[in-house]
């Protein structure tokens, strides 16, 4: 298998305790992009909810990060990191939308990746893969349970607690995947 991925549905309630369960693993989260071809350190919080995707990784991995550059439509220059490259677990979530749906956040990560001029694909650190599978099975373990949203919302996902809560007294419809 060359990737591994769970969606899910989580609040951004939950995000403050998966902030400190991240910390406690001393995993930190990168913003996906960058200013200055040097990564940007970020907390799971109200503010980043509005960013929609993070990088998790742990301290020692960030310094081996390589920066690729794009030139904006705004003319400005930005900054980031090869996803498929680099050794990180990528974490995706939003907000609720405007008109009340809830869309999945996911876990998501690379095993090895194709590269092109090699014409070969490369197997990742196996330090790092790993790792990503036991933070992977780890997180499904501590924040996530299987429930029935039924048929019109999907069925049968993993989800938090607490986005069972709030479905149940109405807040929100979820979307699809």
Known sequence: MLSSQIN???LP????GIQQW???RDIVCVK????????IIAKLNAELL????VYLTLPKWIELFEYKSCLLPSGELTYYVDFDKELIIQFDFEKITKDQLLPPSRFYFT???FDRPAWDFIKKDEEYVKWAMKIYRDFKKRFLVK????????GINYTTPTVIEHFERGEFKLRGH
């Open 147 to 154: 429930y029935d949203f039924g048929p019109d919302n999907f």
């Open 8 to 10: 899910f549905y989580v």
């Open 32 to 39: 996906t992009y960058s200013f200055d071809a040097n990564p």
């Open 111 to 113: 095993k090895q990746y």
């Open 22 to 24: 991240l910390e406690e």
């Open 13 to 16: 309630e939950d995000l403050l």
């Open 50 to 53: 509005n960013y929609g995707q």
